[in-house]
């Protein structure tokens, strides 16, 4: 069955950086897009980039451009989100989604000092 587990989150100081994973299995990854969402306490879900199934395009939220960087490796089956520059209003949970409809368990970024 298809499975999308993240990993990478945890406690990190504004100005730092994290770099999210998410390994897929249960379908042939190379042929779906993938995307990061977040979700932060009391807020809705979030979609935070996006990527082609090949990794020729690519598209951020406003408030990520030019701090996140999503990326894939087919031969992997993972897809990644480098994140720098995090800020507070980064704190969320990070979820990894396959347009075929499924989600990840999701991975928690908390930007504090």
């Known amino acids: 069955q298809v499975q999308l587990v993240e990993s990478g989150g945890g406690l990190v100081q504004p100005g730092g950086s994290l770099r999210l994973s998410c390994a897929a299995s249960g379908f042939t990854f190379s042929n779906y897009a993938m995307s990061w969402y977040r979700q932060a306490p009391g807020k809705e879900r979030e979609l935070v980039a996006d990527?082609?199934?090949?990794?020729?395009?690519?598209y951020y939220t406003d408030s990520v451009k030019g701090r996140f960087t999503i990326s894939r490796d087919n031969a992997k089956n993972t897809v990644y989100l480098q994140m720098n520059r995090l800020k507070p209003e980064d704190t969320a949970m990070y979820y990894c989604y396959t347009k075929l409809g499924y989600w990840g368990q999701g991975t928690q970024v908390t930007v504090s000092s």
């Open positions: 990527i082609t199934s090949t990794g020729s395009n690519t």
